[in-house]
C-alpha cells in the first residue's frame, strides 16, 4: 500500500484518519464536529488490509467482540467442568465411566461421554486458551503498534482544524502581554509535572504517557499467564498423580519417567483415646485406628534412583536417596517433585491361603498363597497334583448381563475361577470361589479349593505433584497488576496551545477523567487573560 503524504509534508501509513504530526484530517474526512482520538486517528491493520486470508484472521482476531465471546466460553466451559467432580478427585480403585453412571445416573455418564470429566486438559479446551492467547497478541499488536508510533511522532504545532475539534477547547483573541502569560503558564504547567515541548511559540504539555500502556502490560500479563497453563500440557513441566503404595512395597514413582522409585517401609496412625473417665489423650503410633479420633497418620517411605538405562524384564538397580517420614502437610520434596499425604486404606486383603481337599476322602493335598495383587497363574501341590487360576476377579461382581467381572483391579472381593487338576484327572475340575462362596462348575467335584486365611495391609495414598510453571503464573499475575494500577490510577493528559495570526487556541485531551483535566487547565488559566476550557459535548464528566 502506498503511503499517504499531508499537507504539512508529513508522510503517513496507508490507512491514517490523522495526520500523526500536524493532526489535520486525511483525505475526505470526517462531517463530525469531534475526532476519535483512541488511536490517535491511526492506520490499524484490521481496518487498513482486507484481502487475503491472512487479512482475515488478523480481522477476525483483532476484533475485542471476538475476543470477548472466547472469554464467555472458556467461562461456561469452565463452568460445566465444576458442576460435578473431575476425574483425578474421584476414586482411583473404580473405573471413571461406571462411577459417573453409578453416582449420577444418565447426567453423570453423558457428562462422562463428552469428555467434561477431564475438562481442563481436553484438547478443546486447550483451543480455546490458544484462541484467547492468539486474540490477546493480535488485538495488542493491531493497536499499541499504531499508537506508539503516533505518539512518538506527534508534533507540536497542530492545525486548528485538530484544535477546534478535541472535546476541550477554547479560543482567545491575542492582546498585549501574550508572551509574559505564556511564561508564566508555561512555569505552572512544569509545576504540575507536564513535560513541556515548544515549537515556533506553540506549546504541547504531556504528562502520563505511560498510562496508555496499561491495557497492553495487562495483555502481556494475561498471555504470560496462558502460557503457563499450556506448557502444563507439556511433559515434565508439570505432574500430579495419584500413587496407592502397601506396606512393604516397592513402585515407580509416576510423572518421573521411571528414575525415582519409592519404598514403604510401614503406615502408621497416631489416634487420641478416652481413658475409663472419657478423657482424651494421645496414644503412641500404630496401625490401628481402632475406631479413635485420628490425631496423625503418615507413611514412612525410602525414595530410591534407578541407576542406568530401563531394561524391560529385568529388576532395575536403585541407589538410595533418603528416608522420610511423609505427613499431612509434610511432604517429601526431592528433585522438584513432592509427595504428599492424602489417604489409606487400612486391612486391606493382601494374600489368602487356601487348602485343596478331597471332599470324599477328607484328604489335603498342600496349602497355595495367593497374591492378590500379582497373583500367578499355576501353582505346584504334593503328588502331582496341580491348582491353575483361569480367572482372577479383584472386586467381584456380576454385571448387566449376569457375567461375572470386576469393579476395579483392588481386591476387595476377590473371586476366582479354579482348575483343579490331580493324577487321575489331568483335564482337571472347574470350581469359582469368591468370599464365602464356592460354586461347582464341572457337576459332582471331588476336589475342592479350601480357604485357610487371609492376610492384610495398610495402603497410603500420596499424590505426586511438581509444577514448573508456578513461575510463569506468578510473574504473569503479577505484570498483570502492574497493568492495573497503570491504567487505573493515572491518565494521559495532554494540552495543546497553538497561536494562529491573532487568535489563541487552546485544547486538552485525556484517554479518562475529562472533568480532572478540564479543572486542571481552567485552574491553571486563572492568573492570565485567556478564555477557559469549555466541554464541547456539555457532558463534563464523561470518558471517551
Given at each position: 500500500?502506498?503511503?499517504?503524504?499531508?499537507?504539512?509534508?508529513?508522510?503517513?501509513?496507508?490507512?491514517?484518519?490523522?495526520?500523526?504530526?500536524?493532526?489535520?484530517?486525511?483525505?475526505?474526512?470526517?462531517?463530525?464536529?469531534?475526532?476519535?482520538?483512541?488511536?490517535?486517528?491511526?492506520?490499524?491493520?484490521?481496518?487498513?488490509?482486507?484481502?487475503?486470508?491472512?487479512?482475515?484472521?488478523?480481522?477476525?482476531?483483532?476484533?475485542?467482540?471476538?475476543?470477548?465471546?472466547?472469554?464467555?466460553?472458556?467461562?461456561?466451559?469452565?463452568?460445566?467442568?465444576?458442576?460435578?467432580?473431575?476425574?483425578?478427585?474421584?476414586?482411583?480403585?473404580?473405573?471413571?465411566?461406571?462411577?459417573?453412571?453409578?453416582?449420577?445416573?444418565?447426567?453423570?455418564?453423558?457428562?462422562?461421554?463428552?469428555?467434561?470429566?477431564?475438562?481442563?486438559?481436553?484438547?478443546?479446551?486447550?483451543?480455546?486458551?490458544?484462541?484467547?492467547?492468539?486474540?490477546?497478541?493480535?488485538?495488542?499488536?493491531?493497536?499499541?503498534?499504531?499508537?506508539?508510533?503516533?505518539?512518538?511522532?506527534?508534533?507540536?504545532?497542530?492545525?486548528?482544524?485538530?484544535?477546534?475539534?478535541?472535546?476541550?477547547?477554547?479560543?482567545?483573541?491575542?492582546?498585549?502581554?501574550?508572551?509574559?502569560?505564556?511564561?508564566?503558564?508555561?512555569?505552572?504547567?512544569?509545576?504540575?509535572?507536564?513535560?513541556?515541548?515548544?515549537?515556533?511559540?506553540?506549546?504541547?504539555?504531556?504528562?502520563?504517557?505511560?498510562?496508555?500502556?496499561?491495557?497492553y502490560v495487562n495483555h502481556v500479563g494475561l498471555i504470560i499467564f496462558l502460557i503457563g497453563g499450556m506448557l502444563r500440557f507439556v511433559p515434565g513441566m508439570y505432574v500430579d498423580?495419584?500413587?496407592?503404595?502397601?506396606?512393604?512395597?516397592?513402585?515407580?514413582?509416576?510423572?518421573?519417567?521411571?528414575?525415582?522409585?519409592?519404598?514403604?517401609?510401614?503406615?502408621?496412625?497416631e489416634t487420641y483415646e478416652k481413658d475409663q473417665e472419657g478423657e482424651v489423650s494421645a496414644n503412641s503410633l500404630s496401625e490401628e485406628s481402632d475406631g479413635n479420633i485420628i490425631?496423625?497418620?503418615?507413611?514412612?517411605?525410602?525414595?530410591?534412583?534407578?541407576?542406568?538405562?530401563?531394561?524391560?524384564?529385568?529388576?532395575?538397580?536403585?541407589?538410595?536417596?533418603?528416608?522420610?517420614?511423609?505427613?499431612?502437610?509434610?511432604?517429601?520434596?526431592?528433585?522438584?517433585?513432592?509427595?504428599?499425604?492424602?489417604?489409606?486404606?487400612?486391612?486391606?486383603?493382601?494374600?489368602?491361603?487356601?487348602?485343596?481337599?478331597?471332599?470324599?476322602?477328607?484328604?489335603?493335598?498342600?496349602?497355595?498363597?495367593?497374591?492378590?495383587?500379582?497373583?500367578?497363574?499355576?501353582?505346584?501341590?504334593?503328588?502331582?497334583?496341580?491348582?491353575?487360576?483361569?480367572?482372577?476377579?479383584?472386586?467381584?461382581?456380576?454385571?448387566?448381563?449376569?457375567?461375572?467381572?470386576?469393579?476395579?483391579?483392588?481386591?476387595?472381593?476377590?473371586?476366582?475361577?479354579?482348575?483343579?487338576?490331580?493324577?487321575?484327572?489331568?483335564?482337571?475340575?472347574?470350581?469359582?470361589?469368591?468370599?464365602?462362596?464356592?460354586?461347582?462348575?464341572?457337576?459332582?467335584?471331588?476336589?475342592?479349593?479350601?480357604?485357610?486365611?487371609?492376610?492384610?495391609?495398610?495402603?497410603?495414598?500420596?499424590?505426586?505433584?511438581?509444577?514448573?510453571?508456578?513461575?510463569?503464573?506468578?510473574?504473569?499475575?503479577?505484570?498483570?497488576?502492574?497493568?492495573?494500577?497503570?491504567?487505573?490510577?493515572?491518565?494521559?493528559?495532554?494540552?495543546?496551545?497553538?497561536?494562529?495570526?491573532?487568535?489563541?487556541?487552546?485544547?486538552?485531551?485525556?484517554?479518562?477523567?475529562?472533568?480532572?483535566?478540564?479543572?486542571?487547565?481552567?485552574?491553571?488559566?486563572?492568573?492570565?487573560?485567556?478564555?477557559?476550557?469549555?466541554?464541547?459535548?456539555?457532558?463534563?464528566?464523561?470518558?471517551?
Amino acid at each position: 500500500m502506498e503511503r499517504v503524504e499531508c499537507k504539512c509534508g508529513h508522510v503517513n501509513p496507508y490507512g491514517t484518519i490523522l495526520c500523526e504530526s500536524c493532526g489535520r484530517v486525511i483525505g475526505d474526512g470526517d462531517s463530525d464536529n469531534s475526532v476519535n482520538m483512541r488511536y490517535e486517528g491511526s492506520a490499524r491493520r484490521s481496518k487498513t488490509y482486507k484481502k487475503t486470508i491472512i487479512d482475515k484472521i488478523w480481522n477476525f482476531f483483532s476484533s475485542v467482540k471476538v475476543g470477548v465471546w472466547i472469554i464467555v466460553l472458556i467461562l461456561i466451559a469452565s463452568i460445566i467442568g465444576t458442576i460435578l467432580p473431575q476425574e483425578m478427585y474421584i476414586p482411583q480403585t473404580v473405573e471413571a465411566g461406571d462411577y459417573y453412571r453409578d453416582h449420577y445416573g444418565l447426567f453423570g455418564q453423558i457428562y462422562y461421554q463428552l469428555g467434561f470429566n477431564n475438562l481442563y486438559g481436553s484438547w478443546w479446551y486447550f483451543i480455546l486458551l490458544a484462541a484467547l492467547g492468539m486474540s490477546l497478541v493480535i488485538a495488542s499488536l493491531d493497536r499499541v503498534i499504531p499508537l506508539y508510533r503516533s505518539l512518538k511522532n506527534q508534533g507540536v504545532t497542530r492545525h486548528e482544524s485538530f484544535m477546534q475539534r478535541q472535546r476541550l477547547f477554547s479560543e482567545t483573541k491575542l492582546e498585549e502581554h501574550v508572551d509574559e502569560q505564556l511564561v508564566v503558564l508555561n512555569s505552572k504547567l512544569k509545576k504540575k509535572h507536564y513535560h513541556v515541548r515548544e515549537e515556533n511559540g506553540n506549546i504541547l504539555a504531556e504528562k502520563n504517557r505511560f498510562s496508555r500502556w496499561g491495557p497492553y502490560v495487562n495483555h502481556v500479563g494475561l498471555i504470560i499467564f496462558l502460557i503457563g497453563g499450556m506448557l502444563r500440557f507439556v511433559p515434565g513441566m508439570y505432574v500430579d498423580e495419584s500413587l496407592w503404595i502397601r506396606d512393604g512395597e516397592t513402585v515407580v514413582i509416576p510423572g518421573t519417567d521411571g528414575k525415582y522409585y519409592l519404598h514403604s517401609d510401614i503406615f502408621l496412625i497416631e489416634t487420641y483415646e478416652k481413658d475409663q473417665e472419657g478423657e482424651v489423650s494421645a496414644n503412641s503410633l500404630s496401625e490401628e485406628s481402632d475406631g479413635n479420633i485420628i490425631r496423625n497418620y503418615q507413611t514412612n517411605v525410602t525414595l530410591y534412583e534407578r541407576e542406568g538405562e530401563i531394561l524391560y524384564g529385568e529388576t532395575p538397580k536403585l541407589k538410595k536417596i533418603k528416608s522420610e517420614q511423609i505427613r499431612v502437610n509434610q511432604p517429601l520434596k526431592y528433585d522438584s517433585y513432592a509427595l504428599y499425604q492424602v489417604s489409606y486404606k487400612l486391612n486391606e486383603l493382601n494374600t489368602l491361603t487356601f487348602q485343596l481337599v478331597d471332599q470324599n476322602a477328607n484328604e489335603r493335598f498342600g496349602e497355595i498363597e495367593i497374591d492378590l495383587i500379582n497373583p500367578q497363574r499355576s501353582y505346584e501341590l504334593d503328588n502331582n497334583y496341580k491348582v491353575e487360576i483361569l480367572e482372577y476377579f479383584p472386586n467381584f461382581h456380576f454385571n448387566s448381563d449376569g457375567q461375572p467381572s470386576t469393579r476395579s483391579q483392588t481386591p476387595d472381593n476377590p473371586a476366582f475361577y479354579f482348575n483343579m487338576i490331580s493324577p487321575d484327572n489331568p483335564e482337571g475340575e472347574k470350581s469359582f470361589v469368591a468370599i464365602q462362596q464356592t460354586m461347582e462348575l464341572s457337576g459332582d467335584n471331588r476336589l475342592k479349593m479350601e480357604f485357610v486365611s487371609a492376610e492384610t495391609k495398610s495402603v497410603s495414598s500420596l499424590t505426586v505433584r511438581k509444577d514448573n510453571t508456578l513461575w510463569f503464573l506468578g510473574v504473569g499475575g503479577a505484570i498483570f497488576m502492574i497493568g492495573v494500577v497503570q491504567g487505573m490510577y493515572w491518565n494521559h493528559r495532554r494540552i495543546w496551545i497553538i497561536r494562529k495570526r491573532d487568535t489563541l487556541f487552546i485544547a486538552g485531551h485525556t484517554n479518562k477523567n475529562w472533568y480532572g483535566i478540564q479543572k486542571e487547565i481552567n485552574h491553571i488559566l486563572t492568573e492570565t487573560s485567556f478564555q477557559k476550557v469549555i466541554d464541547q459535548t456539555q457532558n463534563t464528566t464523561g470518558n471517551e
